[in-house]
């Protein structure tokens, strides 16, 4: 009896000791493939929309419109690289409605188009002011 208490303990101390990675090495439960496929899809489509807010900062209409208003279009440049999540989409989403209202060199600047320009830079800068 004594012999078997101490074979069990000496099994349940090499099962202990082994890492639980070791044993269940080879399990994934996501592909790693497609993991990195996923990650490398979500950083596509953040720099793209970093992009598509760039794009409409760069216009000059946006430009004078926020010299007139006295907001700095480069500090909201550079705030582009931290914005992420919700502030992100959120950008993004008023620099693609700038950039298909003044596409093609438009220089009449309507209120709806005011507008969302006026909301991108200020979802900009408040993002920036509160970070």
């Known amino acids: 009896m004594q012999s078997v208490r101490k074979l069990i303990t000496c099994v349940i101390a090499v099962l202990m000791a082994v890492p ?39 216009r000059p209409q946006v430009r004078d419109m926020a010299s007139h208003m006295g907001l700095d279009v480069d500090r909201a440049v550079a705030a582009v690289d931290t914005l992420a999540g919700a502030d992100l989409d959120r950008a993004a989403n008023a620099a693609r409605q700038v950039n298909e209202h003044l596409v093609g060199g438009a220089s009449s600047v309507v209120i709806s188009t005011t507008t969302i320009i006026i909301a991108l830079l200020v979802i900009i800068l408040l993002i920036v002011a509160f970070k």
């Open 20 to 58: 639980a990675s070791a044993r269940a090495e080879g399990h994934h439960a996501v592909d790693p493939a497609m993991l990195a496929a996923a990650i490398a899809e979500h950083v596509h489509q953040q720099d793209a929309e970093r992009a598509a807010i760039r794009e409409a900062l760069a």
